[in-house]
């Protein structure tokens, strides 16, 4: 899972590199929201990662 969650946030970094170079606006805001999108995800696999051993108990 740890994998997984690596290649999010690096996802997540890249949808924010390709915004903040983008020139074009339509692109610009789909990709800040694909970025905040992502990283929000890693976010909460995280979360789940760090509860996972107490949701079996």
């Known amino acids: ?4 969650l ?3 946030r690096i996802e997540a970094i ?3 590199l ?3 170079l983008s020139t074009d606006a ?5 990709f800040a929201k ?3 999108h ?3 995800l890693a976010s909460d ?7 996972g051993p107490r949701l079996s108990a």
């Open 1 to 4: 899972m740890s994998e997984q």
């Open 6 to 8: 690596e290649a999010l």
């Open 14 to 16: 890249e949808c924010a």
């Open 18 to 20: 390709i915004r903040d």
């Open 26 to 30: 339509t692109k610009r805001e789909f």
């Open 34 to 36: 694909l970025a905040d």
């Open 38 to 40: 992502l990283t929000q």
């Open 45 to 51: 696999v995280e979360s789940a990662m760090e509860e």
